[in-house]
């Protein structure tokens, strides 16, 4: 009995074997399996002047299905330090859609809404792991403001040769200017006072028609291409937060 199972048994493994095995050997691709990797390291302050609906992150992101100002993440891993605000970041798995890669601010919707510093990846394979080193970023939030709406949009206007409403919003004035700062406009309001927007200045002048009268209507503001609803949400959400740098 044994000397027949010995005799048949090779021959029963072979026959299952070609039942379940067609015998092409399926090639894959490890882009699309693995993806790429990044290695991102650098200093990062202001990290905890942030909100819980914000997040200071790594990002990817595709040119081919985000083509507004404020596209959104497709792939990121939120940014963290160690007591000196030393960062070492890995980020795995990007696929080859992506071809920028951002330290950002995201929102809760993963919508980007300030970038800090950018690399283009297009040209990386899924052979390649992309180190990215950055110096010291100052990823606060009242910079993130100062970076990307005072000094894109608002000092044009708001400037120390001609500093509208006697209000200079460039970088290293902006923030005296603001904070616990009487308006020129209006003597008895301050521009700021942290932690209560509904008394500052600057969100009435943002969210209703108080500066109507005066040279500019700024709450034409977020219909402006630099300036959409984000971004008046974020100068909401810094006066609010009453941590303000």
Not at 47 to 64: E, H, M, N
Not at 215 to 229: A, L, S, V
């Amino acid at each position: 009995m044994n000397n027949i199972i010995h005799k048949f048994l090779p021959l029963l493994v072979m026959a299952l074997l070609a039942s379940c095995d067609s015998g092409n050997i399926e090639e894959t691709d490890p882009d699309s399996e693995q993806g790429r990797v990044v290695k991102i390291e650098g200093n990062i302050a202001g990290l905890k002047s942030w909100p819980l609906d914000y997040d200071v992150a790594v990002a990817g992101f595709s040119s081919k299905s985000n083509s507004s100002a404020a596209p959104y993440a497709e792939i990121s891993k939120v940014v963290t330090t160690d007591a000196n605000g030393n960062m070492s970041l890995v980020l795995s798995g990007i696929s080859s859609d992506i071809d920028v890669i951002q330290i950002c601010v995201l929102n809760r919707l993963r919508q980007r809404v300030m970038k800090f510093v950018s690399k283009d990846i297009s040209n990386a394979t899924g052979r390649d792991t992309i180190r990215l080193n950055v110096d010291k970023v100052d990823a606060s939030m009242f910079n993130a403001i100062q970076v990307g709406i005072f000094n894109g949009v608002c000092s044009s206007c708001h400037n120390a040769s001609r500093p509208a409403g006697g209000l200079d919003l460039t970088d290293g004035h902006s923030y005296a200017s603001l904070v616990n700062h009487e308006s020129v406009k209006m003597p008895r309001m301050k521009r700021v006072i942290p932690g209560d927007k509904q008394n500052s200045l600057l969100y009435q002048v943002l969210n209703s028609d108080i500066s109507r009268s005066w040279k500019q209507d700024h709450t034409d503001m977020g219909n402006k291409e630099r300036t959409e609803k984000y971004i008046l949400q974020l100068i909401n959400d810094w006066i609010a937060t009453g941590d303000t740098r």
